[in-house]
């Protein structure tokens, strides 16, 4: 896919469109992390056995905790426009060279989940819709309802148990076997074996979602005009639906998968926390307890980041799929 002129300005407009997003974004984060009881002083006194309030002023002096809520505030959005995302006093580093440490599992792990829910979403709805109200279709849907309906933690803890625990097919947690000391094809087969159940305990719930939308879509453009006349010109219904019907149809499914990053998102929170994968999501998690502010607060915004990434490129999909919706 090529981008023209048109299309640059588009992209360049978008970008600047999400400027005070991505602000509005910062500052509602930073309040309402600050608005949550205690702070990192509290914590590491707290894992100290106590500590006299002298130490804990020294503390919050050193943190800058000490200070006006509002000059907390000025100072995280001046850092920001420098990408200065503040220091980890819980992991002694940068919270940028933590986030990057952490970010390639985290998107590996999401960017299967994404592409795997698309792909089988796409074609177990289409595999309905071909099938009206037959067997099949039937029986795709009641998965769905019933994969939509199931929690993730549970969906997860039931895949160890059943393809972990009971039949000893599958790792139960972790990104790789450390012990093994893999290395060059070795570690890249340890590392998609333990990738498979996390993968998919994250992308079900997704697939259902887009799996109920890509049938309803597909019998919707079925009833259109374009179709009908198609019909009577002899084509074949396979070369309708391949030619015609199915370009128009992916269209809401593209528009659903730019909302479920953020969705994706919050829900690796909970993979990473069931199967202890070492990405952001076990991280923001730690760093809730820690009351590790600034370790909180970029995760947050790089995933604000993420997700206007995300939807820019689904934009550019939409042009590429459907010629019509012109850029500008």
Not at 258 to 274: D, F, T, Y
Request: glycine share 8%; charged share 10%; hydrophobic share 55%.
């Amino acid at each position: 896919m090529q981008l023209n002129h048109s299309g640059l300005r588009f992209v360049l407009r978008r970008l600047l469109q999400a400027l005070p997003i991505l602000i509005g974004i910062a500052v509602l984060n930073f309040l309402l992390v600050h608005l949550a009881p205690g702070d990192a002083a509290t914590v590491l006194a707290g894992e100290s056995g106590g500590a006299p309030p002298e130490y804990l002023a020294q503390l919050r002096a050193q943190f800058g905790l000490d200070q006006p809520m509002y000059l907390q505030l000025l100072r995280y959005l001046r850092n920001m426009l420098t990408l200065d995302l503040g220091y980890s006093y819980r992991h002694g580093e940068t919270v940028l060279a933590l986030i990057l440490d952490r970010m390639g599992p985290t998107l590996l792990l999401m960017g299967l989940a994404f592409v795997f829910s698309i792909c089988g979403g796409v074609l177990l709805g289409i595999a309905a819709a071909t099938a009206l109200n037959g067997w099949r279709d039937r029986l795709i849907s009641v998965l769905a309802v019933v994969t939509y309906a199931t929690p993730l933690f549970w969906m997860g803890i039931m895949l160890i148990l059943v393809f972990s625990v009971k039949l000893g097919w599958l790792p139960t947690s972790g990104m790789e076997d450390v012990v093994a000391f893999n290395t060059g094809w070795a570690r890249v087969l340890d590392i998609a074996w333990h990738l498979v159940l996390p993968v998919l305990t994250l992308s079900l719930f997704n697939m259902a979602v887009y799996t109920r939308m890509m049938r309803s879509s597909m019998l919707d453009q079925r009833g259109q005009d374009y179709v009908l006349t198609a019909r009577a010109k002899g084509l074949a219904e396979a070369v309708i639906t391949r030619r015609h019907i199915l370009r128009n149809a992916l269209l809401p499914v593209l528009t659903m998968a730019g909302v479920q990053v953020g969705a994706l998102l919050g829900g690796s929170v909970v993979i990473e926390s069931v199967f202890a994968w070492p990405g952001l999501g076990q991280l923001a998690f730690q760093s809730l307890f820690a009351r590790d502010y600034n370790l909180l607060l970029g995760i947050f915004f790089l995933s604000a980041c993420l997700v206007v990434v995300v939807n820019l490129v689904v934009d550019l999909l939409y042009s590429a799929i459907d010629p019509r919706m012109k850029l500008g």
